[in-house]
């Protein structure tokens, strides 16, 4: 399974083919190393910039999916859903000094999940949006 690090390296097999998603993304993925990268009480803060981040990278999808009428949106938002509610909670055990379990799920299973949502969900939003 790829690190975040080999995703943004070989960038263009995770491109959607939209422009601003794929800005939208890169500032995701150099986001999530750098917050493997970072130590201490700076790992919870870097948590929750991501945490803020990737709450406005999926609200900025659905408001386009909503002003295009796609129609996989409920799919989509639920799966986008699922992603916030274990950062949510994750980012609460960072912050109560309880980081390891986050560190872990944000260095296997979050590029897991994304490598599988660009590379369906996102782009199938790109090929709608291009359309539109
Ligand atoms: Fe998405």
Redesign the pocket.
Known sequence: MPTAQEMLAAFDRYAVGHADMDHTHREFLLLCIETLQAQGPAFAEQFVRLFEHTRAH?AE?EARMQASAFPALLE?RA??QRTLGDMDRFAQRAAAGRGSMARAWLSESLPQWFAL?ART??SA?AAHLTRT
Do not use: N, R, S, T
Request: proline share 0%; net charge negative.
């Open positions: 999926f999808e989509h799966d986008h949502h969900m996102d939003l």
